[in-house]
């Protein structure tokens, strides 16, 4: 009766998020839900293990191409392969990740880095890039080709009364940094679903296999570092264009992410340490959410922190 229970778990989480992944074209509320659909999975992962995370995704992957199907006709049965290939496998490489463990020679349980972690989330925001190019490689301009396309009627929607050939110039000069945001953009999607994903599973399924990791402990590979010095350096030689430019562009603003959330967990040991702590921390997420300087001080904070040790001195690690 257990394992029954245990596998229409599942089973329904992967169609919540097979089908919840279509919401996008509902309405507001249909887009929160859309972007948080790998949650589910990640609820199976954490709570079952791998081997439900499997069972999870496979059942997302048919629900959503059924759905689709059904609502737009046969030939959309193709959504299920999109799904499967930006949600459900990429769900399944970072569980796979986040459950490995290693007894700490104290009694207690080490698990896979959560800086570590990241970094496998942001490499395959890089191979999904990567695979894009490749899908795009026989069209007119490539992958930034392909999105300029994309972006231009809407450039023109939004300002009416542009000219066409200025829509087009800036869609081109658009579509570079497009592409890292849509990047950056599946990243933040994979880790808001992965701690959502973590708190279902612990509250509503019975328990997770993994706890939270704390902010204080995240710290990337030092690897990461020199590919974000690497992609600068490259962007600024490239002038961003071309399929080279584009790819370096990427890769500098993935291997920002990180330290951005290392700069966060800097400034929240900082914090701590002073009265009115957490209205200074309400108002720096307030002002990063509103203006851009305040997340480029962020990111060099934590840039910084691997030679300055800001957050041993300040207590939070």
Do not use: K
Not at 42 to 53: D, H, I, Q, V
Not at 114 to 143: D, H, K, N, S, Y
């Amino acid at each position: 009766m257990r394992l029954s229970r245990d596998i229409s778990i599942t089973l329904a989480a992967g169609a919540l998020s097979g089908v919840g992944s279509l919401l996008v074209v509902t309405g507001v509320l249909g887009v929160i839900a859309a972007y948080l659909a790998p949650a589910p999975l990640f609820a199976a992962a954490f709570r079952y293990g791998l081997p439900g995370g499997v069972i999870s995704a496979v059942a997302g992957t048919i629900a959503g191409a059924a759905t689709a199907a059904a609502l737009a006709g046969p030939e959309q049965v193709l959504y299920g392969l999109g799904f499967a290939v930006v949600t459900a496998l990429p769900v399944l490489v970072i569980a796979r990740f986040a459950l490995l463990s290693r007894p700490d020679g104290a009694g207690g349980t080490e698990w896979y880095p959560a800086g570590r972690l990241m970094t496998v989330a942001i490499a395959l925001a890089g191979a999904l890039v990567a695979g894009g190019w490749l899908f795009a490689a026989g069209a007119e301009g490539g992958l930034r080709g392909e999105v300029a396309r994309t972006l231009e009627p809407l450039i023109e929607l939004m300002a009416a009364d542009a000219a066409t050939a200025n829509a087009a110039v800036l869609a081109e000069s658009l579509a570079g940094r497009f592409v890292a945001f849509a990047a950056c953009f599946w990243v933040v999607q994979m880790v808001l679903s992965g701690m959502l994903g973590r708190f279902a599973a612990d509250r509503l399924l019975g328990g997770s296999m993994r706890p939270v990791p704390p902010l204080a402990s995240f710290d990337p590979p030092e690897a990461v570092r020199w590919v974000l010095v690497a992609g600068v350096a490259l962007t600024i030689a490239t002038g961003g264009d071309g399929d080279f430019g584009l790819f370096a562009g990427v890769a500098a603003v993935l291997a920002a992410m990180p330290y951005l959330v290392l700069g966060l967990g800097v400034a929240h040991g900082l914090a701590r340490g002073v009265r009115g702590g957490g209205f200074i921390l309400a108002a720096v997420y307030l002002l990063a959410l509103m203006l851009y300087w305040p997340i480029l001080l962020i990111l060099v904070l934590g840039f910084v922190e691997r030679w300055a040790g800001l957050r041993r001195r300040s207590g939070a690690a």
